[in-house]
């Protein structure tokens, strides 16, 4: 699929089919997409839990609930479902490991080169830690990256999707134990196929013109 044409087809399901299930083939294009996705000086400050059982999928839906209640068949009906967490610190310890990780990816070619991207990316890091104080929004904003172009990768691979933002952040994260790891939920995607009744499969897109959000110089 054209990758504009997949941009304009893509929208928020509303209403899963319970009965259709993603590929497994599927599904491993899913988990490489997120693990490549771009993040500000490749922090890649983020987790993900992957239900694709109904008992998975019922313990992710506890978060939605009460006033969350109308996400509750989105995550139940989905043939999976992805929680995006994003890390509730960063430190030179994280740091350091990033840099293993990449020299056995083979990033530096030279010292030079890893003392500079140690150098850099210890600058933004810092800066936001301690500074701008607002490591925990930044490293947010990285997941939402993540999300991006999860839903667009996904719409290529003509698998339906909806970014969840309502849901009770705190029940998941214990039901996971997340905050004891280091991390937070930040939002849930329910993946699969739409139903038949999902009225919002046939809503025609809206959006700005390219008059009001361009400005070209």
Not at 35 to 55: D, K, M
Not at 204 to 213: G, Q
């Given at each position: 699929?054209?990758?504009?044409?997949?941009?304009?087809?893509?929208?928020?399901?509303?209403?899963?089919?319970?009965?259709?299930?993603?590929?497994q083939e599927k599904?491993?294009?899913?988990?490489?997409?997120?693990?490549?996705?771009?993040?500000?000086?490749?922090?890649?400050?983020?987790?993900?839990?992957?239900?694709?059982?109904?008992?998975?999928?019922?313990?992710?839906?506890?978060?939605?609930?009460?006033?969350?209640?109308?996400?509750?068949?989105?995550?139940?009906?989905?043939?999976?479902?992805?929680?995006?967490?994003?890390?509730?610190?960063?430190?030179?310890?994280?740091?350091?490991?990033?840099?293993?990780?990449?020299?056995?990816?083979?990033?530096?070619?030279?010292?030079?080169?890893?003392?500079?991207?140690?150098?850099?990316?210890?600058?933004?890091?810092?800066?936001?830690?301690?500074?701008?104080?607002?490591?925990?929004?930044?490293?947010?904003?990285?997941?939402?990256?993540?999300v991006g172009t999860?839903?667009?990768?996904?719409?290529?691979?003509?698998?339906?999707?909806?970014?969840?933002?309502?849901?009770?952040?705190?029940?998941?994260?214990?039901?996971?134990?997340?905050?004891?790891?280091?991390?937070?939920?930040?939002?849930?995607?329910?993946?699969?196929?739409?139903?038949?009744?999902?009225?919002?499969?046939?809503?025609?897109?809206?959006?700005?013109?390219?008059?009001?959000?361009?400005?070209?110089?």
């Open positions: 699929m054209d990758i504009v044409q997949a941009a304009k087809s893509r929208y928020s399901t509303k209403v899963f089919d319970p009965t259709r299930k993603l590929s599904i491993d294009a899913v988990k490489e997409l997120i693990r490549f996705s771009p993040s500000s000086v490749n922090s890649q400050p983020w987790h993900f839990i992957l239900a694709s059982t109904e008992e998975g999928k019922q313990r992710i839906a506890k978060a939605a609930q009460e006033n969350y209640a109308f996400n509750a068949a989105k995550i139940l009906n989905a043939s999976h479902v992805l929680v995006f967490c994003a890390k509730t610190g960063i430190d030179n310890d994280y740091i350091e490991a990033l840099m293993v990780q990449e020299e056995k990816d083979g990033r530096f070619p030279t010292e030079e080169a890893k003392a500079a991207v140690r150098g850099g990316r210890s600058y933004f890091v810092n800066m936001h830690r301690f500074d701008l104080k607002d490591a925990n929004h930044w490293m947010e904003k990285q997941v939402y990256l993540n999860l839903l667009l990768g996904a719409s290529t691979l003509e698998i339906d999707a909806v970014p969840i933002e309502g849901f009770d952040p705190k029940v998941l994260d214990e039901e996971f134990g997340l905050r004891e790891k280091g991390y937070t939920s930040v939002v849930i995607v329910p993946l699969g196929y739409h139903a038949e009744d999902d009225f919002n499969a046939k809503t025609p897109k809206s959006r700005w013109d390219a008059e009001t959000v361009f400005t070209e110089i």
